[in-house]
């Protein structure tokens, strides 16, 4: 077999195959490709000739279609199969080949193989791929990490196959090791809050004015219209609009209502609770997702006492759809905002240069998250690409200004109704968290001291206090026992 392809990809499930088409139909491009079971791969060979693949039915064979440096993306199940064809890719490749993983791995996964891979020669790229199945094919997102001289090859072959917005490919080298499928791992939490966020607004304006899924469809293909245009809301009027073919209702209505999830919105939120970033909105989703799963607790809840059916009776619907609005824009920005947060503390942790407003860059086009409200946080890092608080940026500032109160009302009837909005509601106290001039914090700090002395700073001098509450209650300076 001759050397004749400059890329790999291994792994031809949905994700794997459509990026090795996404890559031989970009000039320049041939594509070898490999599969563990060798079905998938004559399958593929079969059904695009036009794509001109390399098959190779062994590793050994892969590596011998490869142009040196080899460079191999690897499409398969996250967790140890992935270390398995890592290992196998190895024992074939040669010092300086470029290994790629595209899956969907744990940062820390990735930093551990990155330096078992790097030990022996070669380059490791962690790369975070979004878009699901047509993104791969048509054009994803694309979140590299790993060592610059692996970028130097892979630049130009990822901007070929990445989504364009606004004239830019959606890839940039988002920093070394883990950064990429650290970034990848914060967008899949900034979906799930986002995802939330729409889910609560459709319930409340279904319960709160009777409109049915396919006049709530009407009302989010408009708002995709505004400042909320997304793909997440421009699928959500399409799925509000299906009917089920067997039973003729709405599809919405005869689906399970247990959500699922793979993972990533849960590593999002332990990896934010072990850095000390509050990302209340993307836990608040989590959550929603695995309280809706547990059937057994819901069926024994059902009669738990709540407010009369009179407690929400919404007299002008059109105002409430409204108000839902710009709650959920207002919710939205805090969920951006926490996700952000999120990917410079895991930066200043990791020793990664991320620049933030090139990740959300890269998130206007192929992504799940992509939304034009994007656009306006990159606006705000390039104005100051230190910006403590992305809230904070001029725009955001009259947005938010534009949706408290409508934000505050809604949550107000969600509560007083009995709706659940969990996320809605979170982002909201978060909002008055980060604005309130003195927090019960101070209060927490005194019982910390009270039961473990654990000190506490005044505010009225430096130093650190104790005071002795089980003797004379007298204060006294102490060692810092934080
Ligand atoms: N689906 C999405 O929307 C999406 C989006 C972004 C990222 N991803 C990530 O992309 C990756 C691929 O996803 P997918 O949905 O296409 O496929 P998948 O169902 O996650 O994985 C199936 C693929 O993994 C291979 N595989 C499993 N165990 C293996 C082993 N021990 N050694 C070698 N190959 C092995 C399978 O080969 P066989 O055919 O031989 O079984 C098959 O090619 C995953 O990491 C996923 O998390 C998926």
């Known amino acids: 077999m001759s050397a004749e392809a400059n890329i790999g990809v291994v792994g031809l499930a949905v994700m794997g195959s459509n990026l090795a088409r996404n890559l031989a139909s970009r000039e320049g491009n041939t594509v070898a490709v490999f599969n563990r079971s060798r079905s998938k791969t004559d399958e593929l060979v079969a059904a695009h000739p036009e794509a001109e693949f390399v098959p190779a039915f062994s590793y050994e064979e892969f590596a011998a279609s490869l142009t040196v440096p080899r460079t191999a993306i690897i499409m398969v199940k ?30 820390t996964d990735t930093i551990r193989r990155e330096n078992a891979v790097s030990d022996a020669g070669f380059n490791f790229v962690g790369m975070g791929v979004s878009g699901g199945e047509e993104g791969a094919l048509l054009g994803p997102s694309l979140m590299p990490g790993g060592p610059d001289a692996a970028w130097v090859t892979l630049g130009p072959i990822l901007k070929g196959i990445a ?24 967008h899949n939490g900034i979906e799930y809050a986002d995802m939330q966020l729409i889910a609560e607004a459709y319930d409340l304006i279904r319960r709160g004015t009777g409109k049915s899924p396919a006049e709530i469809a009407d009302i989010f293909a408009e708002w995709n219209r ?15 609009r299906q009917v089920d073919a067997t ?3 709405p599809l919405v209505d005869v689906i399970v209502d247990e959500a699922g999830a793979k993972g990533t919105g849960a590593w ?50 059109d105002a409430f759809i409204e108000q839902v609005r710009l709650a959920l824009y207002a919710s939205k920005i805090v969920a951006y905002s926490q996700g952000f947060d999120e990917i410079r503390a895991g930066a200043a942790q990791y020793g990664w240069n991320i620049d933030l407003g090139a990740v959300s ?62 996320a809605f509601s979170s982002s909201l106290a978060y909002y008055d968290g980060l604005r309130a001039d003195r927090l019960p914090a101070a209060l927490i700090q005194g019982q910390r001291d009270f039961f473990g002395a654990h000190t506490y700073r005044r505010t009225d001098k430096p130093g650190t206090f104790h005071t002795l509450w089980s003797a004379d209650r007298t204060e006294i300076e102490a060692e810092d026992t934080h």
């Open 226 to 240: 505004g400042e909320l245009e997304s793909y997440l809301i421009e699928i959500t009027a399409e799925v509000l």
């Open 268 to 317: 999002t939120v332990q990896t934010a609770l072990d850095l000390g970033v509050p990302v209340s909105g993307i836990a608040e989703a989590t959550f929603a997702r695995s309280l809706s799963s547990h059937r057994e607790q819901r069926d024994v809840s059902g009669s738990l006492p709540g407010p009369s059916p009179e407690a929400f009776t919404v007299a002008d619907a």
């Open 163 to 186: 989504a364009v917005a606004e004239g830019e490919p959606c890839v940039t080298h988002v920093g070394h090791d883990g950064a990429g499928h650290f970034v990848k791992m914060v």
């Open 247 to 249: 039973t003729g209702k």
């Open 361 to 422: 860059k890269i998130w206007r086009g192929g992504c799940i998250i992509r939304a034009q409200f994007l656009n306006r946080i990159a606006d705000a890092y390039d104005a100051d690409a230190e910006l403590p608080v992305l809230l904070t940026a001029p725009y955001f500032v009259e947005a938010l200004g534009r949706a408290q109160d409508a934000w505050r009302e809604v949550v107000r009837i969600s509560a007083a109704s009995g709706i659940p909005a969990p």
């Open 78 to 107: 996250a967790g140890k199969p992935t270390d398995a064809v890592i290992e196998s890719l190895m024992a074939v490749f040669e010092s300086g080949d470029i290994i790629i993983d595209g899956g969907n791995a744990l940062f």
